[in-house]
C-alpha cells in the first residue's frame, strides 16, 4: 500500500529552527508537496520538489532525496504565526496526491 | 471574491436532512476535487471532476453527489447522512487537468456536523 508518514507533533521556540520529516512509500513518484494548515483554514501551498536536492524561498525551505523517500520542511526564524499544521503528500505515478495525516507545530514564546 | 471559496463554512444538519455545500473557483482553473479531512487523518479524495466530466469517485457512499454545472462551480449535495460523516469538507481546483504534476488550491473548508 502507498503510505505517507510524519509526526503528530512538534513543540519549538520562537526565534528558532525546526526540521518536519516525512517519509513515503509510493506506486511512482511524481513530486512532493508541503502545504500549511491554519486551524479552521484552508491548506495553502508551501512547496514543491521533484528533483533531489534543496529549494530555498525565504525562512522556508524543503528538501527531498528520492532515493531513500524521504522529505524534509525547515522553518527558520520561527514566528508566532508559524503554528499551523504542515501536511505532506505525494504525487503518485497516476498523479494522485497521497496525503499525511499533518503535523502539528506549536511555537512557544 | 478571489480563490476558491466555500459556503457554508459551518453545518449541523440532523441525519434525516437533505443539504448542499457550494464551492466557486475563481482561478479559471480545469480541475475541481473535493476532499474529506477527519481529524487526526490524511486527506481523503473523494471525487475529482475535469472539464464538469467526473473522473474520480473513490468509493465514496450515495449519500454524498456531487454536482459540477461548469468549471468554476462545484456542489456536494448531502443525504441520510451518518454522525461518522462529521469532518472538514474540503474543496480544490488545480489549472490543468487532474492528472498532471499541478499544484492544488483549496477552499477554507465547510465544518460539517451530523447529529
Known amino acids: 500500500g502507498q503510505n505517507i508518514d510524519q509526526p503528530t507533533e512538534m513543540t519549538a521556540t520562537e526565534g528558532a529552527i525546526v526540521q518536519i520529516n516525512c517519509t513515503y512509500q509510493t506506486s511512482g513518484f511524481n513530486g512532493l508537496f508541503w502545504y500549511q494548515q491554519h486551524a479552521g483554514e484552508a491548506p495553502t501551498f508551501l512547496s514543491y520538489n521533484v528533483l533531489d536536492g534543496l529549494e530555498e524561498k525565504g525562512r522556508f525551505s524543503s528538501f527531498l532525496s528520492r532515493s531513500k523517500g524521504y522529505s524534509y520542511l525547515l522553518l527558520k526564524e520561527l514566528q508566532m504565526k508559524d503554528s499551523a499544521s504542515y501536511l505532506c503528500a505525494v504525487m503518485d505515478s497516476n498523479y494522485q496526491l497521497i496525503w499525511g495525516a499533518g503535523t502539528k507545530l506549536i511555537i512557544k514564546p | 471574491e478571489t480563490g476558491v471559496t466555500q459556503t457554508p463554512r459551518h453545518l449541523v444538519m440532523g441525519m434525516t436532512n437533505k443539504k448542499s455545500l457550494k464551492c466557486e473557483q475563481h482561478l479559471g482553473h480545469n480541475a475541481m476535487y473535493w476532499y474529506k479531512q477527519s481529524a487526526k487523518k490524511p486527506l481523503e479524495l473523494m471525487f475529482v471532476?475535469?472539464?464538469?466530466?467526473?473522473?474520480e469517485n473513490n468509493s465514496v457512499p450515495s449519500r454524498f453527489s456531487p454536482e459540477c454545472p461548469n468549471s468554476s462551480h462545484l456542489f456536494l449535495h448531502l443525504h441520510t447522512l451518518q454522525p461518522e460523516d462529521s469532518a472538514l469538507y474540503l474543496c480544490a481546483s488545480s489549472q490543468g487537468l487532474a492528472g498532471g504534476p499541478d499544484t492544488q488550491y483549496f477552499g477554507p473548508g465547510t465544518r460539517l456536523t451530523v447529529l
Open positions: 471532476y475535469n472539464f464538469k466530466e467526473q473522473t
